[in-house]
């Protein structure tokens, strides 16, 4: 009797989980369906700033952004030392001139500088087997400058874009042509004349701001829109440098030359590095554009205005 009981007990069991389990499914389905949730209107995307930064992107992250402006008058003061100084190398606008000079709102250089302290030594001081010599600038311009420069930079749609506003314009034929004439005999005319090499260069080049970079460099942009040489300069501007060593003699195009090495890049187009030691080797530099190199540090702003202006009428 007792094996009945059990199975009777464990029948009874499991009639009674079904009937429990049929129960449920049936409130469920008699309950009313809820409502669905109201759907949250989708905001349309936030259209990128027009220039500069979002505020709500957090912290830029270089500090020429993160620094407040300098006061206006010190940029603009700023700016006017960069247009007669820096332009012709580095742009009207920092992102590289005609004459070759670096990116100035993608520079490493400036981009890690806070308030002048990597800047202001090149600017003064210059840099060693560079096109880029020592400016006879103050102090107090020199800092000025450095100031519009990262004003340039905070200004960028991003690093290395244009400063907000339209394009620059300049009309630079502003000089006067009988100053220009006057200084172009006092300084140019040994190696230049206006019925030689240089006659007619207003017609053959039609853009004044490319026949003021032609000058200016010396002849390292072709003229034709200000562009460089897309072969290298020319055979006449090249830097030669002549090595004497003790059992031989190197004589090649100057690629560099510091303290401690000079690389000459010989006629098969090889490169050559050889040790210096103080003056051991001796090494002759021949630089057919030094003239034109010394004047980069000496003109002023009115001297290449009246240069541009009187080269202008030659045509």
């Known amino acids: 009797m007792r094996p009945r009981a059990w199975v009777s007990a464990c029948l009874g069991l499991i009639v009674g989980v079904s009937l429990s389990a049929s129960s449920s499914n049936q409130a469920a389905a008699t309950q009313t369906p809820a409502a669905p949730a109201a759907q949250q209107p989708v905001e349309p995307p936030k259209a990128p700033p027009a220039h500069g930064r979002d505020p709500e992107e957090g912290p830029p992250p270089f500090p020429a952004h993160q620094r407040p402006p300098a006061p206006p008058e010190v940029i603009e003061r700023g700016k006017t030392n960069y247009a007669s100084l820096c332009s012709a190398c580095h742009g009207a606008d920092g992102r590289g001139g005609q004459l070759g000079g670096v990116n100035l709102l993608r520079s490493a250089l400036v981009l890690g500088d806070r308030d002048g302290e990597l800047v202001l030594p090149v600017i003064k001081k210059g840099r060693p087997g560079t096109a880029m010599v020592a400016i006879p600038i103050s102090d107090e311009n020199a800092k000025a400058v450095v100031a519009y420069i990262h004003s340039l930079q905070a200004e960028g749609s991003q690093q290395g874009g244009p400063p907000p506003g339209p394009p620059v314009v300049l009309n630079i034929v502003v000089g006067d042509p009988r100053a220009g004439s ?130 202008a009428t030659l045509k």
């Open 182 to 311: 006057a200084y172009f005999t006092a300084n140019c005319s040994t190696c230049h004349s206006t019925t030689g090499d240089l006659a007619g260069v207003a017609g053959r080049v039609e853009d004044a701001k490319a026949l003021q970079n032609l000058w200016v460099s010396g002849g390292r942009t072709t003229g034709a829109g200000g562009h460089r040489h897309r072969g290298g300069p020319s055979t006449a501007a090249i830097t030669t440098v002549k090595v004497t060593l003790p059992n031989e003699v190197v004589e090649g195009a100057l690629a560099r030359v510091d303290d401690f090495l000079v690389t000459v890049r010989l006629a098969d187009g090889t490169i050559r590095s050889i040790r210096r030691e103080g003056d051991t080797p001796k090494i002759e530099i021949t630089n057919p554009l030094a003239r034109h190199d010394a004047l980069l540090g000496v003109y002023t702003n009115k001297n290449v205005q009246d240069v541009t202006a009187f080269l």
